[in-house]
């Protein structure tokens, strides 16, 4: 690969974004790349949590700024569509996901960490949505899933205004879920994926579809598809384990049945 580096230990699909010399600034190859080990690990039976980080002092600068300069509004058009399908995709994956941001997460790095389900940031991370200062505004869904994350206000400030914050002040607003040193970010993220990784896999992707789409969805089919999950989940061997180990004190083993 040309723009990431893959691997796979212990349960955990990395994806690190591999252009450090222009932090990991996202260009069409790195989108396409992105979509490919996505879908690679998103079939793998040996990746059970997949975690986005980059290489260098970034985790995502945003959108490469050099490739604008030759876009008109239809290949804009195209490559806005592009990004945000990308980013649509690893929001469905079925397996939890992880951003482990080590640096900056500006423009459409911060939109890729927007896509996962979790946002872990080193305390010397800074982030935001600085599209505006272009002339332009987020595309890769931030105008979407940032409001949807934080609400209105706190989303509006940040995307009209290309404010970088803190990674302190993104844990304040909710923004990222967990704030940690840069010496422990690795660690503090592994053994994060690893309470994910002790849960139903079953379990996890049925209620990570549910609260997705369920809450893109007026209140009664959210609901509906709520109880019709919880029902699906009784057709699997880890629900039987899970409530016969408690049943037995003991700790679940949950092989993914
Ligand atoms: N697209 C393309 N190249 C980018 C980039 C981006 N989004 N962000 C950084 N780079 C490149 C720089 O052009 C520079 O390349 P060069 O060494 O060939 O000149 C390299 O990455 C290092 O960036 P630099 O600006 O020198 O680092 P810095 O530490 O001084 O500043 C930032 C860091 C993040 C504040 C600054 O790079 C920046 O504002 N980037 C753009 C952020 C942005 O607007 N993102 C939204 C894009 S739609």
Not at 61 to 83: H, P, T, Y
Not at 112 to 127: K, N
Not at 144 to 149: N, S, W
Request: charged share 25%; glycine share 10%; net charge neutral.
């Amino acid at each position: 690969m040309e723009t990431v580096e893959t691997k796979i230990e212990n349960g955990i699909g990395w994806i690190i974004l591999n252009r450090p010399d222009k932090l990991n600034a996202i260009n069409l190859k790195m989108l396409e790349e992105l979509e490919e080990v996505t879908k690679n690990f998103e079939e793998n039976n040996d990746v059970k949590i997949i975690i986005f980080t980059g290489n260098g002092k970034a985790f995502s600068a945003g959108a490469d700024i050099s490739q604008f300069k030759e876009l008109n509004s239809i290949s804009a058009w195209n490559f806005a569509k592009k990004g945000r399908r990308v980013m649509d995709y690893i929001e469905s994956v079925s397996k939890p996901t992880i951003a482990m941001i080590n640096g900056y997460a500006l423009g459409g790095g911060l939109e890729l960490a927007l896509a996962c389900d979790f946002r872990i940031a080193a305390e010397e991370a800074s982030l935001g949505l600085p599209e505006i200062n272009l002339g332009i505004y987020p595309g890769f869904g931030g105008t979407q899933r940032l409001v949807r994350a934080i609400g209105k206000a706190k989303a509006m400030e940040l995307m009209m205004t290309g404010d970088r914050i803190s990674a302190k002040e993104a844990e304040r607003i909710g923004l990222v879920n967990k704030v940690v040193s840069l010496s422990s970010l690795k660690e503090e993220t592994i053994k994060f994926a690893g309470k994910l990784m002790e849960k139903s896999p079953i379990a996890l992707a049925i209620l990570k579809h549910i609260i997705l789409y369920g809450n893109d969805s007026p209140l009664l089919d959210g609901l509906n598809m709520e109880s019709l999950g919880w029902g699906v989940a009784f057709s699997t061997e880890d629900e039987k384990e899970g409530v016969s180990a408690f049943l037995e004190k003991r700790k679940a083993v949950f092989k993914g049945k």
